[in-house]
């Protein structure tokens, strides 16, 4: 398989932006105000599994958002030689 605008790969680098947003956007504290603080602890811990996970799905969802914009962008074909090599391995 071989690009027809090999020069968009380099746009893969744009993978580390959804990491930095990622990493900094879920630092941010809710208030949430409570007569006694053991309720915060009960509400953090049931949730904390849920929410981790949530966010590691966010963050596989935007970088796979960006890859295949830039796959799409470096228009990947095959050549006439390989071509039936290429259709063995289409899905």
Excluded at 7 to 18: D, H, N, Q, R, V
Excluded at 60 to 70: N, W
């Amino acid at each position: 398989m071989n690009f027809l605008f090999p020069a968009f790969l380099a746009a893969m680098a744009a993978l580390a932006i959804p990491i930095i947003i990622h990493l900094f956007y879920f630092r941010r504290f809710k208030k949430i105000y409570f007569s006694n603080v053991k309720f915060l602890r009960e509400i953090k811990e049931e949730r904390a599994s849920r929410n981790k996970l949530k966010h590691y799905l966010v963050l596989l969802a935007r970088l796979l958002a960006v890859a295949l914009l830039v796959l799409a962008f470096a228009q990947p074909f095959c050549p006439k030689t390989t071509r039936k090599l290429c259709k063995a391995t289409r899905l």
